[in-house]
């Protein structure tokens, strides 16, 4: 496991996203609420770009008619034709078992404990940090 | 030739009033005194004109006679002939889809009553399906209840175009009644007229009608799987009865395809409608629709991709085929036998229950 800091909390707010380019691979990265989520920016249909996607959340029904709604924009929509992923585990919804794209672990790490890492960092600021 | 298995059973055959005077005897005399004092006509649709080629094999055919008027040759043409054990009769006479809801129901049992005394009472081996006013869907259930007493009703009869999309939750008692009674819902080419047999206008020919019927079940199944109705109603099957078969996995592909895309919009659709279907859609297999090649039949039912979602049918007086050829050829014999015996036994369970 290589650990990847990608930029200072401050910079990464909620409510926004970034791209990043990590072993040559692009990772789409998503701030949802102070949560960090990863995915590799690969649809796995066609490899549409899913850092352009709509982000939703969970619709779920146990009958017609009786729609839920929960974990908003914990759902990510492709932007070429709709499918829908988890953030959280990059698994399709309509078939999370055979249809899934890769998740990465995103956290925010003290800058104090990241000083071994090969990027400099400040002690005194919190950084957004990606697990290959 | 494929040859059929003992014991199969035909899950479609057509008997017909042979005219409207027929039913007088069975109509509650309100109606009974309406239809003599209107002057009412014959009341069969125009689906399958008498004369036409398609309504009756020639060799089934007996003069001027409506086609599948004669329960005796229907007998010794279609249940002797194929040494059938049990024969499902779809009655397609049009007076259940009157306008007036009551005296479309009032057809409707009139119908069921003339098929118990004048078909089932005359041979052990028929059985058949109700049927229901489609556009009531109230009084449906109803005559579902009181008809499902007699157990040699196994089936609720519907034709694929009524007057709204099938799916529609107006529909809904239609489906809890058939369920209750555990019966199944068969979707059988036809149409009320409600609305153009085809989604581009009225067709001006027969061959058009006739092969339109395809995208209407298309459409059909489509409303029934994205309106929830098996969610809704865990325990019923449909039953796909003249429909043919060939169109089945290309729509389906493409069904599946946009419901990836666009299932938030329709949440209780849990699984693949391709996953939906076989496991609670059947088909009769007259007409099938598929090349004579029995490698493209081969191929094509690797597409449906399970083996027990097709339903022997001779779809008797209809011309569909020539003489025993009710099968495609190159089938294997443990899928004939699948097709013939074991996939309408487990769609109908009361023909599971031996002597009614």
Not at chain 1, 57 to 69: C, I, R
Not at chain 2, 43 to 54: D, S
Request: glycine share 8%.
């Amino acid at each position: 496991m290589t650990r990847h800091v990608v930029a200072p909390v401050s910079e990464f707010p909620p409510g926004t996203r970034r791209c990043v380019v990590l072993e040559g691979r692009r990772i789409a990265l998503f701030n949802v609420g102070g949560r960090y989520f990863g995915l590799l920016d690969r649809c796995p249909h066609q490899g549409g770009p899913l850092s352009e996607g709509v982000l939703t959340g969970l619709v779920e029904a146990g009958a017609p008619g009786d729609y839920s709604f929960s974990r908003p924009g914990e759902i990510l929509r492709c932007p070429w034709h709709g499918w829908e992923f988890d953030l959280a585990t990059g698994k399709s919804r309509f078939d999370p078992r055979r249809h899934r794209t890769r998740a990465f672990r995103v956290s925010a790490e003290p800058g104090e404990e990241l000083r071994a890492e090969t990027v400099p960092v400040r002690v005194e600021e919190d950084y957004v940090v990606v697990e290959t | 030739m494929t040859v059929l298995p003992p014991g199969a059973i035909d899950c479609d055959l057509h008997p017909a009033p042979p005219s409207v005077s027929a039913l007088m005897p069975y109509l509650e005399p309100h109606w009974a005194d309406a239809a003599a004092h209107r002057g009412l006509h014959e009341l069969e649709t125009i689906a399958w004109p008498p004369n036409a080629p398609l309504s009756c094999r020639p060799d089934w055919r007996d003069g001027d006679a409506r086609p599948g008027s004669d329960p005796a040759r229907l007998i010794s043409d279609a249940v002797d002939g194929f040494g059938t054990r049990y024969a499902i009769l779809n009655c397609l006479y049009g007076a259940p889809m009157l306008y007036s809801e009551d005296m479309a129901a009032g057809f409707a049992r009139a119908l069921n009553d003339w098929l118990k005394a004048e078909w089932l009472d005359r041979d052990p081996r028929l059985r058949a399906s109700i049927t229901v006013p489609p556009h009531a869907p109230g009084l449906a259930a109803e005559e579902i209840e009181r008809a499902a007493e007699d157990r040699r009703f196994v089936q609720v009869l519907l034709p694929v175009m009524g007057e709204t999309p099938p799916g529609r939750r107006i529909n809904w008692p239609v489906y809890a009644a058939a369920e209750r009674a555990g019966l199944p819902v068969a979707f059988h080419a036809g149409s009320a007229y409600r609305h153009p047999p085809t989604p581009v206008g009225w067709p001006s020919y027969l061959a058009e009608d006739y092969a339109a019927q395809a995208t209407a079940f298309q459409a059909a199944l489509t409303s029934l799987i994205a309106e929830g109705v098996f969610q809704k109603f865990p325990d019923l099957t449909v039953v796909f009865a003249e429909s043919g078969v060939a169109w089945l996995p290309a729509h389906l592909w493409r069904l599946a395809k946009y419901w990836r895309g666009l299932r938030m919009e329709v949440p209780w659709v849990d699984r693949s409608p391709e996953e939906i279907v076989r496991e609670r859609v059947r088909f009769t297999i007259q007409p099938f629709d598929a090349p004579e090649e029995p490698d493209a039949v081969a191929r094509l039912l690797e597409h449906l991709g399970s083996d027990d979602m097709l339903l022997f049918a001779t779809d008797y007086p209809h011309w569909q085929f020539d003489g025993m050829g009710a099968l495609p050829e190159g089938l294997p014999a443990d899928l004939v036998r699948r097709i013939a015996v074991d996939n309408p036994l487990s769609t109908y369970p009361r023909l599971r229950e031996g002597k009614p």
